[in-house]
């Protein structure tokens, strides 16, 4: 009797380490929280690359190179690219207002309709709504200065992150060994988890991407053709909007379309709607054939998971949230599954 209540008192006392370990661990996690869940689906992205090539160098050489390897040839490009797309975002506007959308151009158009707009009025509501402008105006202003004054904190999150996708490319196999040792479960059901969350996160993270960016190459070469200005701003915001539902593509070639309507060129605008609405069908077919048949990512789970996530955890949340609905509904299901068995044993 006594060693029985020593090993209970040993037990209840390891857990309560465990538990008060485990929420300090948390706390200590959630201020980088964002950067640590863009670790594990960069890590994620790059362990097939990572099973091949540490068998010719080894475990720590081979995610030395694979970081290295993506900062060279993914996240210079892409602040590159990023950096072209905010010039030629600020040459858009430029061209928006001296081709199509200037004060006079628009009183003409107007005018030509019927209708009509005196300077004065325009003067006189701002008068009324100085206030709020001005309101507007310093909210932006702020804006600005936390996001400058931000960059020493998301320099040290970089810092995590690359830390981060180092230590799971490099230890990944053991900290899975660990997770399948401490969870509570049967080989066969452990087994079936694991399968059914990689299926889940390959269908989130790397095959929407994969989508996204075909989508976004289709419609740049077809912004190319048609001669719009901003071709680069247009294909990364392309890229953007084809990772959010109910949006997708239709967020750039639409109002693209109507400022070539503007603008007075009503045959590139005609094509465009063509082009744009083969490029927004493709996703029917696309995602299936990348993505796969997953029953495990119903429309519901997609919307909820991706506005959701991005509420919570910020743009990683794009990924994560869908991820994390799929989880709980995957464990929701074995627990159903097992639980029933138990009581018709």
């Not at 909210?139 to 180092?166: N, Q, R, Y």
């Not at 299926?199 to 960016?213: D, F, P």
């Amino acid at each position: 009797m006594t060693g029985t209540s020593h090993g209970l008192t040993e037990r209840s006392a390891l857990g309560l380490i465990a538990l008060a370990s485990g929420i300090l661990a948390v706390l200590l996690m959630l201020p980088y929280l964002q950067y640590i869940l863009l670790a594990v689906v960069l890590a994620y992205a790059l362990a097939p690359l990572h099973n091949v090539l540490k068998r010719a160098v080894g475990s720590t050489a081979s995610a030395l190179t694979l970081i290295v390897a993506s900062l060279l040839t993914l996240i210079l490009p892409v602040l590159y690219v990023l950096l072209v797309a905010v010039q030629q975002a600020s040459e858009l506007t430029e061209t928006l207002i001296q081709q199509g959308l200037s004060t006079s151009a628009i009183q003409q158009r107007l005018a030509s309709s019927g209708y009509s707009i005196d300077s004065s009025d325009v003067l006189r509501a701002y008068e009324e709504n100085q206030q709020q402008v001005d309101n507007g105006v310093g909210g932006m202003l702020s804006g600005a200065v936390e996001i400058i004054g931000s960059i020493p904190s998301i320099a040290i999150g970089i810092t995590v992150t690359l830390f981060v996708v180092f230590g799971l490319l490099r230890d990944g196999d053991r900290l899975v060994a660990w997770l399948q040792t401490i969870v509570p479960i049967s080989d066969g059901v452990k087994n079936e988890l694991f399968t059914r969350l990689d299926r889940l996160m390959w269908a989130s993270v790397i095959g929407n991407v994969i989508v996204s960016a075909i989508q976004a190459i289709l419609l740049g070469i077809g912004f190319w053709v048609l001669e719009v200005p901003g071709v680069v701003f247009l294909t990364v915001a392309t890229f953007v909007l084809a990772l959010l539902p109910l949006i997708g593509v239709f967020g750039t070639w639409v109002p693209l379309t109507i400022y070539l309507l503007v603008v007075g060129r009503p045959v590139a605008a005609l094509m465009l709607v063509g082009y744009g609405t083969l490029v927004s069908m493709s996703d029917t077919y696309l995602r299936p054939a990348v993505i796969g048949k997953s029953g495990e990512l119903s429309s519901a789970v997609i919307v909820v998971g991706i506005f959701g996530g991005i509420a919570v955890l910020g743009p990683i949340g794009l990924f994560i949230g869908p991820v994390i609905l799929g989880t709980a509904k995957i464990s929701f299901d074995l627990f159903a599954r097992e639980w029933h068995r138990s009581k018709t044993a």
